[in-house]
């Protein structure tokens, strides 16, 4: 019960101001969003890579994700042709059961139960999961259309890849930023993670499911919250990460679906319908999943 009334419940609490203020159309999810995504994110991304010095647990990360991505599909296309799934419900459920919420949910949730070393994993997480969702996400949910160069070209786009590179640099050249402006990023960087849990919550107000298609929704769900970790945790062996990594990517993927995948599925009509089905449902039903996987870690 710790778990749940120590860590679970103060997240959800935080989701449900951002639900109740979409609902009250108190505010514009799009202006919080953008403060989320082009200055306050970009700052805690730029903080980790620049105060961490890159080793094997970093390129073990980007190695998992990888990894973990072409696994998933691959589960999801053995699904797909066991059921018979046509191309859109394919389609979507690659959308739904491949990204999980790493980001809004999942660095906070690591915070709250891990502290700040699994938490900085988890921001490294985060971001490739995010480069991922930007490129392989759209591509999959628009593949008729779309090609790689073009999938490539909205990473550059995104102010977290930027962030990134300049992070990585400065740690890499050794540049001493002056310890004001440094306070200055990180004054951003800590406001990053309670806006992005707001955001969340103000974008799971607006997903609507007026005709659930149970069977579909039942299969993802079982495929992101249970499936997903269970992956993770023979990657985590078949990788040798230590523990407190292994134990940051097995959490991270036991993450919803992200909402930010619901969103390009409603762009390019990827099944929008069934992704957001799924990630409202997996997000739902993530608190009793994550209170039993936190309860056998030992939280």
Do not use: C
Not at 174 to 186: L, N, P, Q
């Amino acid at each position: 019960m710790t778990v749940l009334f120590d860590v679970l419940i103060p997240i959800a609490l935080i989701f449900l101001t951002g639900f109740y203020l979409q609902k009250k159309q108190m505010i514009d999810v799009r202006s919080v969003s953008s403060v989320a995504l082009y200055i306050l994110t970009p700052a805690l991304v730029f903080r980790t890579f620049y105060t961490t010095e890159p080793d094997g647990d970093l390129f073990k990360i980007a190695v998992f994700s990888v990894l973990f991505l072409l696994v998933m599909l691959l589960v999801n296309r053995l699904f797909a042709y066991f059921f018979k799934w046509n191309s859109k419900e394919t389609s979507g459920m690659e959308l739904a059961v491949t990204f999980m919420n790493s980001g809004n949910y999942g660095a906070p949730l690591i915070l709250f139960a891990f502290g700040e070393t699994a938490f900085a994993y988890s921001v490294v997480f985060m971001v490739i999961q995010s480069l991922l969702m930007s490129t392989a996400g759209v591509y999959l949910a628009n593949r008729s259309s779309l090609t790689a160069a073009d999938a490539f070209r909205v990473v550059l786009k995104m102010p977290v890849f930027y962030a990134l590179i300049l992070g990585v640099l400065f740690q890499a050249l050794h540049i001493d930023i002056k310890e004001t402006y440094m306070d200055a990023v990180s004054m951003l960087a800590d406001a990053a993670i309670p806006v992005v849990m707001v955001v969340l919550g103000m974008q799971l107000s607006k997903i609507s499911i007026s005709s659930l298609e149970w069977k579909l929704v039942s299969i993802g769900t079982l495929l992101r919250l249970v499936i997903s970790p269970l992956i993770a945790l023979g990657l985590t062996a078949l990788l040798q990460t230590n523990s407190t990594l292994s134990i940051v990517l097995i959490v991270s993927t036991a993450m919803p679906t992200a909402a930010t995948i619901a969103m390009i599925a409603v762009q390019f009509d990827s099944s929008p319908q069934l992704v957001s089905s799924i990630t409202l449902v997996t997000t739902l039903l993530s608190v009793p999943s994550l209170w039993i996987l936190l309860t056998i870690i030992g939280v």
